[in-house]
Structures are given as C-alpha cells and as structure tokens.
Nanobody, 121 residues
Framework: QVQLVESGGGLVQAGGSLRLSCAAS????????MGWFRQAPGKERELVAA????????YSSDSVKGRFTISRDNVKNTVYLQMNSLEPEDTAVYYC??????????????WGQGTQVTVSS
C-alpha cells in the first residue's frame, strides 16, 4: 500500500520560510518522480515543483521560481519543498504526489493528504 505523508505546514508571516516534507512508503521511492501541488480556495490545483527520480531534473513554476526549492533524499524516501520569501498568495493546501515525468509535464499517480500553509500579511 502506497502512502505519502506530508508535514511541515503551518502559519507564517509574509517573508518567512517553511519546509514541507513528504515521506513515502510502500514502493521503491527512488524509481519515481515527485511533485508538489497546491490548491487555494476557489482556484484550480497547480503544479508548484517537480523533481526526477535521480534529482537530475527539477522544475519550479514561474510563481515560485527563485523562492521555492524542491529536493529529495532517496535514502530517507522523502521529498522536500523549501519555501522562502513566502507571500500571502502562497496560502493554500499543499499536496505531494508520486508519479511520472519531470518538469511541467509531471503527473501524479499517488497523492498525500495535504498540509495547510497560511501566510499572513
């Protein structure tokens, strides 16, 4: 049974930082690409960042480029999203996903339960 468990969300002031983690179990983590999505109230879910199985390819959306960094540890079966210079517009539920493709074409096959990130102005 594949499980993805996110952690690290919370409330932070604008300009602050958070690091999200997503621990995977139930499959060979190192064979899969990983991604982070977010969904704000009333908006569609959007891909924020993705990383290939080897970490050789990463992608960040234009809205977070230069502020968010995706990384992974294939020994710990964990993917991270380091979020710096947070803005109120970053407020959303953040989901990690395990799937296929790297870059903007990443597609999630398995999903975590989501973690809330709230940025106050």
């Amino acid at each position: 049974q594949v499980q993805l468990v996110e952690s690290g969300g919370g409330l932070v002031q604008a300009g602050g930082s958070l690091r999200l983690s997503c621990a995977a179990s139930g499959l060979t983590f190192s064979r899969y690409a990983m991604g982070w999505f977010r969904q704000a109230p009333g908006k569609e879910r959007e891909l924020v960042a993705a990383i290939s199985w080897s970490a050789g390819t990463t992608y960040s959306s234009d809205s977070v480029k230069g502020r968010f960094t995706i990384s992974r540890d294939n020994v710990k079966n964990t993917v991270y999203l380091q979020m710096n210079s947070l803005e109120p517009e970053d407020t959303a539920v953040y989901y990690c996903a395990l799937g296929r493709g790297a870059g903007r074409d990443f597609k999630g096959d398995y999903w975590g339960q989501g973690t809330q990130v709230t940025v106050s102005s």
